[in-house]
């Protein structure tokens, strides 16, 4: 549920993502298997790196990636201050620190997308310009840490 004090096109916003990962769960549930094989086919070289940071096996790390894709798109028009101060941090550990490019760190969160958009299509214009707002969003907090 969204916080009190959303504006009226924030809150219909925020409505609209909610929604859209409802039908995505009641049609699919789960979106990290497929979104991992996907970021893997697009980024093979990012299947080393999950192993090399998670040695007795990616598949926690990898479920905690898509859920904080999900945490994010479902939090970015109640607080959106919150991811930029997340990505401002994390952007550039996950580089220096752990070797993680940037475009692996965007291309992760667009596959998550990817994959709930493929899968459940909109219902309405509305809904569709709250998905692309919010990529446009946690895309741009990628690319604004991308050489910090």
């Known amino acids: 549920m969204a916080a009190q004090g959303l504006t009226l096109a924030d809150a219909a916003a925020f409505q609209a993502i909610e929604a859209r990962l409802e039908r995505y769960a009641e049609a699919r549930g789960?979106?990290?298997a497929p979104a991992i094989a996907e970021f893997y086919r697009r980024f093979p070289e990012g299947r080393?790196?999950?192993?090399h940071h998670s040695p007795l096996g990616p598949g926690?790390?990898?479920?905690?990636?898509?859920?904080?894709?999900?945490?994010?798109?479902?939090?970015?028009?109640?607080?959106?201050v919150e991811?930029?101060?997340?990505?401002?941090?994390?952007?550039p550990h996950h580089r220096v620190a752990l070797d993680v490019p940037p475009d692996w760190y965007r291309g992760f969160i667009e596959v998550v997308i990817d994959e709930i958009e493929g899968a459940v299509p909109p219902l309405d214009a509305d809904e569709a310009d709250a998905w692309r707002q919010v990529r446009e969003g946690l895309v741009g907090l990628v690319e604004r840490n991308r050489f910090v």
Do not use: C, H, K
């Open 83 to 91: 991811a930029r101060i997340a990505f401002d941090s994390s952007v």
């Open 30 to 32: 789960d979106p990290t």
């Open 60 to 80: 926690q790390l990898e479920e905690e990636m898509v859920g904080n894709v999900l945490y994010y798109l479902m939090s970015w028009f109640d607080r959106p």
């Open 48 to 51: 080393a790196s999950f192993l």
